[in-house]
Every structure is written in C-alpha cells, then in structure tokens.
C-alpha cells in the first residue's frame, strides 16, 4: 500500500474501479455513454451528482424554462425526435427527451446519483485517475470523462452584500421552489439573462408587482412559438428531413464564423464596427414598437453588439415592461435588506419573494478551476496552469499533463451548432483515443506537447477577430465570452465542419500510448 497526497490509500499495480468514468450526466455524459456502448466498452460508470439525468434540463424546472433554439437542433443525431410539441419545446419535454434517451440506450445501469465528484488526482505509477467524492470515498478509472458541462455551477453568491439579512424567500433557476406561491406577491428579479427574460413574463401577471433589476441591458427578439402541426411532425418522421433542416443551419453558421476567423482584421474591424452599429439602431426601432415608455425603453436599450453577451429570444420579456405591476431598476444595488433591496440612489423597496438570476460559473473561465480541482502528471494543478498559461486544450479536449482524460466542453470548444451537435463530437475523439488505446493494449494516453501547442497557437491565431469583437470593440460590457484574462476561449473560431472532421479523424500519432509496466520489472 502506498498513500496518496491527500491521505487516501492507494494499492499500487492494481486494477481500477472501471476501465472508463464519466462525470456528469447531462447531455454531454448522455453521448458519451452511448459512444462508449457502441464502441464495445462495458466497463464504464457514470456518477452524477443529481438525482437523474439531463443536467440543468434536469436542475432548472423554473417558470417559463424552454429551449431557446428550434427544437430540431436540440437533439442527438443519433436520437432524433419528430414529436417536439412546438418549435421551441418547454423544459419539462427537453428533460423527458433526455430521460427517454438514457433509457432506450440502456445507461441506467451504467449511473450512479447523487455522486459528486469534488476532485480527480492522476496516478502515474498505476496509470489511473482518483476520484475524490464528496462526503469521502474514491473511484479510481482507467480513463475520464468530464461532461460536467459548460455551466459548471450556479453563483450561490451574486456579490451583493446583506444576502443573509433578507428574511424573504430566496429563487434561484436552478432551485427552484414550486411549493412557493407568489401570486399576489412583491417580486424582485436580480440579473437581465436568459433565465431572466423567461421567468419575468411568465410570472408578471400572476404578482402583485415585479421589479426587475438591471446592471446590462440584453438583446432579446421576439420568438414565435407554434405549436407543431401534426403534418409537420410526419413529416419530420420521413428520414434525412430533419438531418438536412439541422445541416442547412450549420452550414450557414459555419460560414460565419470561417469568414471571420479568416478574413484580414483590416476588413473585420470596420465590418464589426458597422454591424454593431447598425443592430443597434434596428434594435431601437423593435424597442419603439414593444416599449411604451420612452424611460424604460432608453434603459432597454443595449450600447454594445448583439453577439458580445448571449442573445435572448422571448416575445414577451420586452412587452412584460408595459405592465403597471413591472418595474425596471439601473440603479447598482447597495444591498439586502431584512425585508428587501436598497440601491444606490438611496431607495429601499421591500420585497416578498428575490429571484437570484444571477449566472453560473462557466468553463471557459480560469476562475472556474479552483486549485486541487484536477491535479495531473508531476503534480501539474489544472487551476494554477489555467491561470499562468490561460485556457488550452488540443481539440478542446485534452491536455498533456492529464493523460487519459478529455473534457467534452473545453477551451475554445462551443462552435456555432446546437449543444447536442457540439458534445457528440467531442465525445467522438474521447471514445476514439480509448478504443485506439484498447486496441494496442495501452494504459497511458496522452496527446503529445509539441502537437498540442502548435494547435493552441493556431487556434489563438483564428480567434484575433473574436478578441478584437469581445475585448476591443465590446470591451465596456460584463460577458462570460470573454474570461478574466481577456480572451474568447467560449468559442472556437474556425467552424462546424471542420472541427467535427478533427474530432472523428485526428492522427494517432499526435497521441503518445504506453503499457503499464508492473512493479519489480
């Protein structure tokens, strides 16, 4: 026996728990669970720290909550859906969706619930990962995983001083409280996002009144809604239909982000400069025919491009403001109270009932990877390198100094598609590095240093026009598509298409594969 750093007892040159671990069950853990069936693997478990599948599907059931791009995009290639009830379906259907997909692939067996992995230690004698839980105990894996997902975890704490005074009852998104009645209630909502702008419409008839507090003013469209006819929905039955609806889309948004990342900045940054301006001033005019007053609606009115902060769609967000019982609040909170908010400018409102939408913790910041997280080769901490170097992965997977994992959702990753596109892919190149691994009888998998930095500095190279956008000419407005450290590691600048052909066809060679040598030889 030998002891680990942390304490933990670790058998040398014995076996791991399971060939493969997946952490999260989400739609990220939901792929790569199938990927892994169908490449013949068996030993693999999935640990979730919920009590079912579909990730925030599954943890967000707040008023209002709906998919906010077509349905069809929003699905596994694998799993298509021809009976979404309408074009943007409710949350309750997408977790369904997930929950059935879990089943008709046979996963259940494979996960275990409320098993919250709080810290992931490599071994390099015995070429296996520690999984460190919450509450104590250990699974050890061959192979990792990670589909924790792009929004790791809700901000419990908005930064707002006085939140253990308030006395009301506290809303999260994320937690919500259906046992709660608020009709007839003082409301707050503390955040402008996309949970925001679903749940103020959704709740602004039902309270007696409803302030939402704003710090940035957010694009939000309207978005039609229809109930999908039953025509469509056969139709929808008739294969490749959808296929080619969902790759008619990519396509267009592929186009947009090559012609970006490959277009000199000597045209990108005046083109940039004339886009946002000229979305602004429409958006002023959709104002002008949604917002009664002409306050209200100066306040509504965003002062940066419409990419530079996640978009929102919801037809009745802006109309919501035209209510007597809504009001909106710029001033910066000051802090809680016992029984409310007071701003700034001196004003205290009390309030029944404060909705806390006030974001999550998101991958592509370093701040989201506290040291001890993830501890690789040589004592390498994920957080401390993250914060050094900035975010990098090669493919947005994997790293040198952690051999034998992948992250679904890593640096530079989300690429234009619906989320099911994106973490297919992903999960793709993971299952491909294990099966190639298995294949040589290989216990150690790692990609190779040289072919990892070359691929983040030619990565870095296309997101210039990204940065410029979000750190330049959208520099004055808070957004999780540029981190701390100034960068756009959100998004991978070079497109659809070309980063699934990488995922599905990387070289063997860029990996470097070796066999566990036993103790004594």
């Known amino acids: 026996m030998a002891t680990a750093s942390n304490g933990y007892a670790v058998t040398r040159n014995s076996a791991p728990d399971h060939e493969v671990v997946v952490i999260g069950a989400g739609p990220g853990g939901i792929a790569a669970g199938v990927k892994l069936k169908r490449a013949g693997v068996t030993d693999f478990v999935i640990l979730e720290r919920s009590s079912e599948v579909g990730g925030s599907w599954h943890e967000n059931h707040y008023p209002g909550l709906e998919v906010d791009i077509p349905s069809i995009a929003y699905q596994y290639s694998f799993a298509r859906n021809a009976d979404w009830s309408r074009l943007f379906a409710p949350g309750a259907e997408v977790k369904r969706y997930h929950v059935e ?18 810290s992931e230690e490599w071994d390099e004698t015995d070429h296996h990962w520690n999984l460190h839980l919450a509450g104590g105990g250990v699974v050890t894996a061959r192979f990792v995983i990670s589909a924790v997902g792009a929004f790791i975890s809700p901000k419990q704490d908005p930064g707002i001083s006085g939140l253990d005074d308030y006395q009301g009852k506290l809303q999260r998104p994320s937690d919500w409280d259906e046992d709660y009645d608020f009709t007839g209630r003082r409301v707050a909502i503390i955040g402008t996002g996309a949970s925001s702008v679903q749940i103020t419409p959704s709740i602004a008839g039902r309270v007696g009144s409803l302030t939402v507090f ?11 809604n229809p109930r999908i006819p039953r025509a469509v929905r056969l139709a929808l039955r008739t294969p490749g239909v959808q296929a080619g609806v969902h790759g008619a889309a990519l396509v267009a948004v592929d186009a947009t982000l090559r012609l970006m990342s490959n277009a000199p900045m000597s045209v990108v940054r005046p083109t940039m400069r004339a886009v946002d301006s000229t979305a602004i001033r429409s958006y002023r005019g959709l104002l002008r025919l949604m917002v009664r007053d002409p306050v209200t609606r100066a306040a509504l009115t965003p002062n940066y491009g419409p990419i530079a902060k ?11 403001f035209n209510r007597d019982n809504v009001e909106l609040v710029t001033a910066p909170i ?26 999550y913790h998101v991958f592509s910041d370093p701040e989201t990877y506290t040291p001890g997280m993830v501890v690789g080769r040589n004592g390498i901490d994920l957080g401390k390198f993250y914060t050094e170097h900035g975010l990098q992965a090669y493919q947005s997977v994997s790293l040198p100094s952690l051999p034998n994992r992948w992250t679904l959702v890593g640096p530079y990753s989300w690429s234009g598609s619906g989320w099911h596109a994106f973490v297919e892919m992903t ?14 009888g290989a ?21 210039e026009a990204m940065r410029y956008y979000l750190a330049e000419l959208n520099a004055h407005v808070p957004t999780y598509y540029r981190n701390s450290q100034g960068d756009s590691t959100y998004i991978r600048p070079t497109g659809f298409f070309a980063a699934r052909r990488a995922h599905r066809r990387f070289p063997f060679s860029d990996y470097e594969f070796d066999v566990l040598r036993p103790v004594g030889r």
């Open 101 to 118: 997909v879990a089943e008709r692939f046979g996963l259940y067996p494979h996960l275990r619930f409320h098993t919250s992995v709080v």
């Open 214 to 224: 704003q710090r940035t003013p957010v694009w939000c469209v309207p978005k039609p």
């Open 310 to 320: 996640r978009p929102t769609a919801n037809t009745g967000y802006l109309l919501a």
């Open 334 to 359: 000051e802090r809680f109270t016992e029984n409310g908010i007071r701003t700034t400018d001196h004003v205290h409102r009390e309030f029944d009932m404060v909705v806390l939408a006030t974001g």
């Open 427 to 440: 999960a793709d190149h993971a299952v491909r590095a294990i099966s190639e691994a298995r294949r040589r």
């Open 443 to 463: 216990t150690f998998v790692a990609i190779r240093h040289k072919i990892h930095d070359a691929y983040h500095e030619r990565i870095y190279r296309h997101g």
